[in-house]
């Protein structure tokens, strides 16, 4: 059982560039979140999604973007990265007010 | 908004020392959460704590919460050196979007 796994594991990008991060979970769970988690701060909320086809913001969502065309699937997308992006991605999904169960992060570098 | 505080931030102890790191938030939640995350690694999920006076227990940890003080500890008792980590306290928001906010967490070291 795979559980949630996130691709790419670690991705370098220069400023301006765009990428996505994909998030796909096996357990059915309905609810999916994109967190980022800076030294000292700890893990911030950038969006959410409470099922398919659902997205909201949460406490940091500028310069962001997601989708979640599919149930299992919770895409993030940077339109214009910045080094103030720099920061290691989790994806985490619940089937309701349980635990959340995290991705293995993906770390990006923004230069 | 809610905010979620943890303290200490640090913390270095001894082995077979005890100690509690504390979270304190801000609004009313009926749940709270402790994670543990081991340096480059994914966070594990330790205890959730449903009601007022809760107290849950996993070897050397224990964690318990207050919801009047909106207070959650959690103990360690003769610590050891494999409980070197961060911890995370996490609360629930109100609603049915079941958004957790987390503290900053707590970096433990136990040195033997």
């Known amino acids: 059982n795979a559980g949630v796994t996130q691709t790419p594991k670690f991705r370098v990008l220069k400023t301006g560039q765009s990428m996505t991060l994909l998030c796909a979970q096996d357990m059915n769970h309905e609810y999916m979140y994109w967190y980022r988690q800076d030294p000292g701060m700890g893990l911030r909320l950038i969006h959410y999604s409470v099922g398919e086809g659902t997205t909201a913001k949460g406490e940091v969502p500028d310069g962001y973007n997601v989708s979640r065309l599919k149930k299992q699937n919770f895409l993030l997308g940077l339109e214009s990265a910045a080094p103030s992006q720099t920061s290691v991605y989790f994806c985490?999904?619940?089937?309701?007010?349980?635990?959340?169960?995290f991705g293995n992060g993906t770390r990006l570098t923004v230069t | 908004e809610l905010k979620v505080e943890q303290n200490p931030l640090f913390l270095s102890m001894q082995e077979g020392k005890n100690y509690t790191i504390y979270c304190n938030y801000s609004?009313?939640?009926?749940?709270l959460y402790w994670y543990r995350q081991d340096p480059g690694k994914s966070l594990e999920s330790l205890f959730v704590?449903?009601?007022?006076?809760a107290v849950k227990q996993e070897g050397r940890l224990m964690a318990s919460l207050d919801t009047k003080a909106r207070l959650s500890t959690l103990h360690i008792t003769a610590a050891v050196h494999d409980l070197s980590a961060t911890y995370f306290c996490?609360?629930?928001?109100?609603?049915?979007?079941?958004?957790?906010?987390f503290g900053k967490g707590t970096l433990l070291t136990v040195n033997p």
């Open positions: 985490a999904s619940s089937p309701g007010p349980s635990p959340l169960h």
């Open positions: 996490a609360v629930i928001s109100g609603g049915s979007n079941y958004k957790l906010t």
């Open positions: 609004t009313t939640s009926d749940r």
């Open positions: 704590l449903l009601s007022n006076g």
